[in-house]
């Protein structure tokens, strides 16, 4: 019997909004919104961008994740993994009882067809959607919509004899089913690359070839079973996980159109190569919005909230770096005192796991201005607390 799939949540919705507001909602960042955005108390005012925080898909995830804890209270319920990059948010699921595969001790080796499986919001692997179907599940899917249209223009390119190329991180949840969409054909292949260093190795050996073997050394673990360089580059297809830097996707997908036109000749790259704009626009609403802040605000300093390995927040924290003093933090408690920050260096993929660097002296004397912005599964309560925490730290005056 083929398994029961929830994929527009559970008819739960009314009965889970008051814990999903007590969990996660802020008095002071709706303080901030009504206020223009800006908060000024004592020597301290902080600039929130106008985008930020939980996206649509994010936001829906957590809501079927509580639905479905609503729904079935005598189930064992099951997350294959984290449904968001964002530690408050995964250890409220388990303080209700949700249990993750990825935990130590727990596998999908022990499921059974009376356990509910929640997918998390970068979705499964087609090879680990055909296991849940066979071991007969209750599945409450929660794939973000912008992952699936990836996946689809990914499915079209294989049953059209392309090869993905896909801007991401090879270990990446998300990147991860991404690509195994294009595997499920016979001739369907991948190869992905994380940034233009990268991209610029692939574009020089479409046009030039090169050292096969060097290649694939290179990018043995970022390329489909059985890809070759000389055969599996001569019709390609761009896409992207979704939380990648936007303006660097772009420029990717500019830099293998440009090599195919030169390697195949420009009439020939509409039957040579393919593109499409596949940052979601959530991710590419908070990076817009971060840029107009640094744009038009004089920040003394740059506080991103996020989890660290969450993909969209390291890159809204890279492009805060390049313009003003930037701390990623993934917590309130990040903010020890007014002498020591805890934050995760920038520039790291969000896949390294990598200490926390402390800084010293992170809060300027004197009146201040703070920037403030949140990766897309951070709640508000984060955020909230992140602002009480800095007017309790700048001192008198400033509130707490």
Request: charged share 20%; hydrophobic share 40%; net charge negative.
């Amino acid at each position: 019997m083929p398994p029961i799939i929830f994929r527009k949540g559970l008819d739960m919705k009314a009965a889970v909004a008051g814990d999903l507001a007590a969990a996660y909602d802020s008095a002071i960042v709706e303080e901030l919104r009504q206020a223009g955005f800006v908060r000024t108390q004592g020597r301290l005012t902080i600039h929130l961008a106008r985008e930020f925080g939980f996206c649509y898909g994010v936001d829906r995830a957590v809501d079927y994740a509580y639905q479905t804890r609503k729904r079935f209270p005598t189930k064992r319920v099951f997350l294959t993994g984290e449904i968001i990059h964002n530690p408050h948010v995964n250890d409220q699921l388990r303080a209700q009882g949700i249990r993750f595969l990825t935990d130590p001790g727990e596998d999908d080796s022990t499921l059974a067809a009376d356990d509910v499986v929640i997918l998390p919001a970068f979705g499964v692997s087609v090879g680990d959607m055909a296991r849940l179907d066979r071991q007969g599940c209750t599945l409450v899917d929660t794939t973000c919509g912008s992952v699936l249209t990836v996946w689809k223009n990914v499915k079209r390119y294989a049953q059209d004899g392309f090869t993905s190329v896909i801007h991401g991180k090879v270990t990446h949840e998300e990147t991860r089913a991404t690509a195994s969409q294009a595997t499920q054909y016979p001739d369907g292949h991948y190869l992905v690359v994380l940034d233009r260093e990268e991209a610029a190795f692939v574009c020089d050996y479409i046009v030039s070839g090169g050292d096969r073997a060097a290649f694939l050394a290179r990018f043995g673990k970022a390329v489909s079973a059985g890809f070759d360089p000389d055969l599996h580059l001569q019709r390609i297809g761009c896409a992207n996980q979704t939380t990648m830097l936007m303006s660097e996707s772009l420029d990717i997908g500019e830099m293998f159109g440009r090599a195919m036109a030169q390697r195949y000749g420009t009439d020939a790259l509409p039957s040579v190569f393919r593109a499409f704009d596949t940052i979601c626009s959530a991710t590419q609403d908070r990076q817009d919005a971060v840029i107009s802040l640094l744009n038009e605000v004089p920040l003394d300093l740059m506080l991103v909230i996020g989890g660290y390995n969450s993909s969209n927040t390291c890159n809204l924290a890279k492009i805060c770096a390049e313009r003003c003093p930037t701390f990623h933090i993934a917590a309130p408690d990040c903010l020890v005192s007014a002498l020591a920050l805890r934050h995760r260096p920038i520039g790291l993929p969000s896949t390294s796991i990598v200490a926390e660097a402390i800084a010293a002296d992170w809060l300027p004397p004197g009146p201040v201005i703070v920037g403030l912005t949140a990766g897309a599964s951070t709640p508000n309560n984060i955020v909230g607390q992140v602002v009480s925490r800095l007017e309790a730290l700048a001192g008198p005056g400033s509130g707490s």
